[in-house]
DNA sequence: AATTAGCACTCAAGCTAAGTGAGTGCTAAC
DNA sequence: GTTAGCACTCACTTAGCTTGAGTGCTAATT
């Protein structure tokens, strides 16, 4: 039993309606909808192969049928059509785009609700990993109350600040000095991993002023640690609920339990990505159980050579898998330019 | 005909019942369970005159009551006990702050996830709102690519930091001096409102500057125009789907809509409070057409003595309306104290 | 050999009717 | 003023029935 044509246009034609429709295709909604030049009596004894073949899956005796896994499976891999940005599509992303947007952070935020908004499917992204990052400078303030602010900046311009209290707290203009010295003994260090000569000086070079060394280097580390964790952020949950998929709140809650805890999907979307492309994670695919009737579509973002962070897009199984693909790819191409326009070294 | 001391007794019944069971309550259950030493029959005259004065609603003819907008207006107003925090939640509010947490966002972020942990319900909260702050210090350095980092410290050690692109970048040790000068002239003075000579001063003592000093004024501009625009965030939305008063996922899904756009909610939560308790909008006292299904608990926060913001818990109208404040009252002081140990001028 | 028409069969979903029980309101007795 | 008793109401449940979409099989047709 080979797998022609005409099978896979019925099982297209499954595909999409049940996408549009989310009840299962009969034979004769596909014979009366879609242009095969057969009678629903052929599709039937077609559709029987196709279930044979474990593409497709009747619910119950009496059904029409659905896609299981695997269709989608063969349909994302080699039938669908992976079609450009649409018009209306491209406008919003320009528009967000246009807005003054100055944190990574923030932009996510949009750029995520855009996403959702797009699709009503819910958008799932991490915090950007920075990895092998230098630092550029540190700088130390005081506050009221002996607080002293620490600030470090990293080559890709990420900028992170910390109050910490301190027992001696030095006048501003000491502290600038003490600034550039760690500053220029830290400089284009790796965050991960200073240099311990590097430290040991620097604690003999500042003499006096230990406390401070050490917390400049306690922070250094917590935020290292800090982005070791991937922290994400889930946008557009809402809109799961339109699917008859979680019309029962029992699933509904369920899902959104699961996407609360995070460290699953975390896993998941850490993964390592192959190529540049986009992952797709159909039904089980994803190995969570409480996600099964789910389909996850992931992609990175990359901007700078050493920041890169993951954005994802999560629907029901029967999700619009051709354009989720062209809307992750065309939005995290606007994401690149903004944060490459943003923080590398234009203007050299 | 007059409350008298059994009718509130009744209604307590009722309402506790309800708030338990969520089922309407009938004569005899309060007999049975409650020790009023008088028979079902009683219970239903007294029953059918609480009805008649609009406390309890029988949602039709052969059902038990339950509490009205009104009934839980009279319960939280005269009724209700206000608990001090328990053990257990003391317990755990004691955890969360011994965790090094240092940015309020965070702080006020991990409160409301354990207040929607302690009482099962929504937690909804504003972002502090920064009044009549001044500045304390600002620093500028420069980063690379032409960017130059803005950062601004007002009392309360609240610090912000923007990145901004300028034409001519001068030296560090330069930017030191010029950060010196400008907040020598700025410090002290109200965000929202600086003293124009002193703009034209910086700007005559800065020359060849113009562009940075316009800039730093920009950012403060946007800081206080960032603050005026409340922002809310919401958690523990999830637990709402538990509660049966939403196990139509259309009713969730209109909740969860409305809670998304916020406009409305904001409005309330930025209601000027009348004093120093919580505030408490049972059903449609809200004004909120999709929220008449729920009450809402508020009450403000304050540090320093600029920083205020507003914290309040989401449930169905028959929340545990006693449970609730406590927890809240228990969460603010919580907040209070570690904000002010972390903000204040302690160590003067 | 592939396609199609026809028909018996299956089964979820929707409808109806009867039964159940929690709860009320009223009346008459205490 | 309180209570027992009883008729009445009405949402909810259950079982049985009907409906209709959809299948699988077979025999006829191309």
């Given at each position: 039993?080979?797998?022609?044509?005409?099978?896979?246009?019925?099982?297209?034609?499954?595909?999409?309606?049940?996408?549009?429709?989310?009840?299962?295709?009969?034979?004769?909604?596909?014979?009366?909808?879609?242009?095969?030049?057969?009678?629903?009596?052929?599709?039937?004894?077609?559709?029987?192969?196709?279930?044979?073949?474990?593409?497709?899956?009747?619910?119950?005796?009496?059904a029409?049928?659905?896609?299981?896994?695997?269709g989608?499976?063969?349909?994302?891999?080699?039938?669908?059509?992976?079609?450009?940005?649409?018009?209306?599509?491209?406008?919003?992303?320009?528009?967000?785009?246009?807005?003054?947007?100055?944190?990574?952070?923030?932009?996510?935020?949009?750029?995520?609700?855009l996403?959702?908004?797009?699709?009503?499917?819910?958008?799932?992204?991490?915090?950007?990993?920075?990895?092998?990052?230098?630092?550029?400078k540190?700088?130390?303030?005081?506050?009221?109350?002996?607080?002293?602010?620490?600030?470090?900046?990293?080559?890709?311009?990420?900028?992170?600040?910390?109050?910490?209290?301190?027992?001696?707290?030095?006048?501003?203009?000491?502290?600038?000095?003490?600034?550039?010295?760690?500053?220029?003994?830290?400089?284009?260090?790796?965050?991960?991993?200073?240099?311990?000569?590097?430290?040991?000086?620097?604690?003999?070079?500042?003499?006096?002023?230990?406390?401070?060394?050490?917390?400049?280097?306690?922070?250094?580390?917590?935020?290292?640690?800090?982005?070791?964790?991937?922290?994400?952020?889930?946008?557009?949950?809402?809109?799961?609920?339109?699917?008859?998929?979680?019309?029962?709140?029992?699933?509904?809650?369920?899902?959104?339990?699961?996407?609360?805890?995070?460290?699953?999907?975390?896993?998941?979307?850490?993964?390592?990505?192959?190529?540049?492309?986009?992952?797709i994670?159909?039904?089980?695919?994803?190995?969570?159980?409480?996600?099964?009737d789910?389909?996850?579509?992931?992609?990175?973002?990359?901007?700078?050579n050493?920041?890169?962070?993951?954005?994802?897009?999560l629907?029901?199984?029967?999700?619009?898998?051709?354009?989720?693909?062209?809307?992750?790819?065309?939005?995290?191409?606007?994401?690149?330019?903004?944060?490459?326009?943003?923080?590398?070294?234009?203007?050299?």
């Amino acid at each position: 039993m080979s797998l022609d044509e005409r099978k896979l246009k019925i099982l297209q034609a499954i595909i999409n309606d049940y996408i549009a429709t989310a009840e299962p295709v009969g034979s004769r909604t596909i014979a009366k909808k879609y242009d095969l030049g057969v009678s629903s009596a052929t599709i039937r004894n077609e559709m029987s192969d196709l279930e044979e073949m474990g593409f497709i899956i009747q619910p119950h005796a009496s059904a029409g049928r659905i896609p299981s896994d695997m269709g989608y499976r063969l349909y994302v891999d080699n039938i669908m059509k992976r079609h450009k940005l649409g018009e209306r599509e491209k406008r919003l992303a320009v528009s967000l785009i246009s807005k003054n947007i100055n944190q990574i952070q923030y932009l996510m935020d949009e750029t995520a609700r855009l996403i959702s908004k797009l699709t009503n499917y819910a958008t799932i992204f991490s915090d950007p990993i920075v990895k092998n990052t230098r630092i550029q400078k540190i700088q130390l303030m005081s506050l009221e109350g002996n607080k002293l602010m620490i600030l470090i900046a990293t080559d890709g311009n990420i900028v992170k600040h910390k109050i910490v209290e301190v027992r001696y707290l030095p006048e501003d203009d000491r502290l600038y000095e003490i600034s550039t010295v760690i500053t220029e003994m830290l400089k284009n260090q790796l965050m991960e991993n200073i240099d311990e000569n590097c430290k040991d000086t620097l604690y003999q070079e500042l003499t006096g002023y230990d406390e401070i060394v050490s917390l400049v280097f306690d922070t250094i580390e917590q935020f290292v640690a800090s982005v070791e964790k991937e922290k994400f952020h889930i946008s557009g949950t809402n809109n799961m609920l339109a699917y008859p998929e979680f019309s029962d709140v029992e699933k509904a809650k369920n899902l959104f339990q699961t996407l609360e805890k995070k460290d699953a999907l975390s896993k998941l979307l850490s993964e390592p990505k192959n190529n540049n492309d986009v992952q797709i994670y159909i039904g089980n695919e994803s190995g969570i159980e409480e996600m099964k009737d789910c389909s996850i579509i992931t992609t990175t973002y990359e901007f700078g050579n050493n920041i890169t962070g993951t954005i994802g897009i999560l629907g029901p199984t029967r999700m619009n898998y051709s354009q989720v693909v062209s809307v992750l790819n065309g939005m995290v191409e606007n994401i690149e330019d903004v944060l490459n326009n943003l923080h590398n070294k234009k203007g050299d």
